[in-house]
């Protein structure tokens, strides 16, 4: 009889009890041990909503009606830009400016030429990580962590390894990470786009299918829409999607949209024959009532989301007639 190879006869599968558990953060939205990733163009919103989400996270208030456990730790590991005039401008806004951080930009000891050995840049986040002190079941932000993905966003298995080190590190610390990384360039022509908005996270789908909930943060010029949309896609859970806006300082809230009322008083602008109206010309109407242009487009929104009316065209609708 053959005989078998010694690494067969000493790999055995690991017991159940073997399995590290670490309490998810939100049941499903935010796995504990995980790898979550929020994506979104250059200067969309990223850090802004993350400051908001991690002060929410802080304080176990309600995040999108889900209830996040309790943290006995919080961590930010700044990687672009500096902290007072980046990532800590938006903590500061979100009232939580006290947050334990490492800014690589402002660390003058760190010699950046370190992150061109792409095989040591894991190693190098987990020693910012661990200068945190951050105790068990904590979370740890990285704004963006795409530099730590191998070395090139494009290649499938640099981006699987890495996303595999990292997730090994955090079990082994007891942590869960959740990330801010980039979409791809956009294209005018929203036929030349992916179907998902999630599916835009620029580089390998490994980065993607290697982590655990990914976020999509899409701007209104990207869907056409008055408002922000926040798309949640766990792997472990349903898609689910959320309208946002943002305040005076810049910070995310959800959107307000428009009351019954006054949605109706943008219906009674559009003929009740079917016949097509433009934007410009329910704008003009609108102003005698007075309701302002943005007011008017909220309430187009509104109409298009419950099928009221249809876009015939760019700027050009019609109301829906029931025979």
């Not at 017991?15 to 796995?31: G, K, M």
């Not at 963006?144 to 494009?154: A, C, D, E, K, Q």
């Not at 209104?220 to 349903?238: D, F, I, N």
Request: hydrophobic share 40%; proline share 5%; charged share 25%.
């Amino acid at each position: 009889m053959a005989s078998v190879p010694k690494s067969r006869i000493d790999c055995q599968a690991p017991s159940s009890t073997d399995e590290i558990l670490i309490p998810d953060v939100i049941p499903y939205l935010l796995p504990g041990g995980g790898i979550s990733i929020l994506a979104g163009s250059p200067n969309v919103g990223k850090t802004a909503l993350l400051a908001t989400l991690v002060r929410d996270l802080r304080d176990q208030r309600l995040i999108f009606g889900h209830q996040p456990r309790a943290l006995p730790g919080i961590g930010v590991i700044n990687t672009d830009r500096g902290w007072a005039k980046g990532a800590g401008l938006w903590f500061a806004r979100a009232g939580y400016g006290d947050v334990v951080y490492y800014s690589l930009s402002d660390d003058r000891t760190f010699n950046m030429k370190r992150l061109r050995k792409r095989l040591d840049r894991t190693d190098i986040l987990f020693s910012f990580i661990d200068g945190l002190f951050l105790p068990p079941e904590s979370l740890v932000y990285v704004d963006p962590i795409s530099i730590f993905l191998g070395g090139n966003l494009l290649d499938y298995d640099a981006c699987a390894i890495a996303t595999g080190e990292i997730r090994a590190y955090l079990r082994e610390r007891r942590l869960t990470m959740l990330a801010a990384a980039h979409s791809a360039k956009l294209r005018a022509n929203k036929q030349d786009r992916y179907m998902r908005m999630q599916d835009q996270v620029l580089g390998s789908t490994a980065i993607s299918g290697f982590t655990d909930s990914a976020l999509y943060l899409a701007s209104p010029q990207e869907t056409g829409k008055a408002y922000y949309t926040l798309v949640w896609h766990p792997h472990g859970s349903k898609e689910e999607r959320y309208y946002l806006e943002r305040d005076e300082q810049g910070l995310f809230i959800p959107y307000t949209g428009v009351d019954t009322g006054t949605q109706m008083r943008v219906l009674a602008l559009f003929p009740d024959n079917g016949g097509e109206v433009g934007l410009t010309a329910l704008v003009e109407a609108a102003g005698a009532i007075p309701l302002s242009k943005a007011t008017v487009k909220r309430g187009i929104d509104a109409l298009l989301d419950d099928g009221t009316i249809e876009r015939v065209k760019h700027g050009l609708y019609r109301r829906i007639t029931v025979n």
